[in-house]
């Protein structure tokens, strides 16, 4: 066993009613690294930390936190762990403080004890303390629930999904107070659906269908894009897809915000014949320029590759 | 433990819902069962159809009213006004006396009064009519011994309730249902409610125990039920003047059994349905309907098919009925109520077991 590991999993498989949720998971991930899982809805990402926070039991294979097996040693991983579910977990009834103080409680330990690890986050919503959760915003409910994950001091955070819903001012934010919390030690498993959050992660994994397509830091992730990316607007985007997909340069196309990501086979220095050929197809004001590929581009390209 | 249980308390003050279901159902029940919904009869108003119309005609007509359950509503003339009566709504009971009763009477030769009654309330019906049969018995009798000596005579006495009312009856039925649906329906639910918001992961990963996350859960209901039959007991006392006869520890020993065995009940429930709809669902009809209709409390047992007999033996809320009037109107002691006790106890361990072995310590998803 390495004393290195945080967290592993052997052949995680997991299915509900002959549905695979997880199709047999392999992974180890390093102490002290902010680890992201990031995947559309039903890749797998809340079933798979369920599994390694003990709350489900795996059909098959094994998986282990801090050495603790998670289905036979359950007790000792819910003592080391915090875990922050999708929906945020508070009592909406109960006042910001009255939260903090039963998960405190309920961890045996207080808010005074471990003020130290929380205050960074703490202090943006201490002023509302004696307001109710339930009125509080996204963003403040989820600086809460994170709060309250970490007031007994876990050695490993689980976070599914923290940042569904939240605006992206406070996703920022959230971020930036994950990387400071790493600075303490903590290993922090995350998952997410937004692939643009990917390079704030040590490492990522890109979840689909219950399986790992792909796992590596974000800026190799980036370093494997090795073609050339180009934008594409026209008159008519509703056409332009098609139109360049059938174009014989094309290696991949596809929709990006308010323009198409175009990968051409090898350099694409000759542009001009795309205008052409567009123009041929009745496309006016056709704008070409050549961009800077994000990670969620590199995601795409190389499972295009994989397949 | 402690916080949690501070947590719990927290919930039910802020709930304002919550709050009246706990504080103001007691007593907005008792209140109407005690004053609304009552099967004695007062001033039920009756027609007469008086064919003799002799000195004997009329005092059975003012022994009916002097019982100061009746009211006169009408005279009738003629048998076709009867229907007319009763279609206007506004007569129950319609006392047809014979022609030249008198006569018969001296004469002492049998004769017979005729009752008409509006039975579309068969309940109401029957008991206007057994009143109404009782007096002219009364009557009756007192013509027979004028002439001659009546061979068998009826004298019933009422033991524990001589007043026969009905407050009597309906306090111990009220008790059980309130501790039934505070205590099962109220901890079903809002372990239900962990569940469907999400808190309950929370408290699993937590090092809670789960005897702690029950325990955290169930005492506050625990005291919020005795509470509530403390008041509906002292309600009954003063205001319904219902006597307690019994030992008032033992009562309340007895009602504390209770309260347990309706969580054990809840728990149950909460352990096999993930939202508060289904909790409630579950308690309303596995818990509420058979405690009114099977407990005896509303509907005679005694009454009922064998099948349905043989299901209200499994009624905790039957046997802690007995237990209370036992109680309160008989005043026995402990030696008498043991095997009612025993049974409500066996119920709440056989609950207690079922739950423990149902509770998840993961999630169960299916």
Redesign the interface.
Known sequence: MNPEIAVSASKLSKS??GKNALESLSFEIEKGSLFGFIGPDGAGKTSLL?IL?????PDSGKASIMGFDTVND??KI??I?G?M???F??????TVE?NL???A????TTIKENYHLIQDIYSHIEPFKNRKAGQLSGGMKQKLALS??LIHKPEVLILDEPTTGVDAVSRGEFWEMLQKLKAQNITILVSTPYMDEASRCDEVALMQAGKIMLRNEPEEILKAFDAELWSVKSNRMFELLKDISDFSKTKLAYRSGDHLCLIPEGKFTENNSLIAYLETKGHQSVRLEQIRPTIEDSFIYQMQAQN | MKGFIIKEFLHIFRDLRTMLILFGMPVAQVLLFGFAITNEINHASIAVLDRAKDSKSLELQQKLTASGYFKFNAQLDHSTEIEKAFQSGKVKEVVVIPADFEKTLALGQPTAVQLINDASDPNTANLISSYTTAILMDFAANEMTQNQAMPVTTETTMLYNPELKGVFMFVPGTITILLMLVSAMMTSISIAREKEMGTMEVLLISPLKPYQIILGKVMPYVVFSFVNALVILIMAYTIFEMPINGSLLLLLAETLLFILMALSMGLFISTISNTQQTAMLLSMFALMLPTILLSGFVFPVENMPDPLQWLSHLMPSKWFIIIVKSIMLKGLGFMYIWKETLIILALAVFFVLLSIKNFEVRLNLK
């Open positions: 509900y009613q369920r926070n003990s709350l489900l039991i359950y007790k819910r003592r762990i875990y579910p999708g929906k977990s508070l009592y909406q009834d109960l009255e103080k039963f998960f409680g309920i961890f045996k309250c994950a």
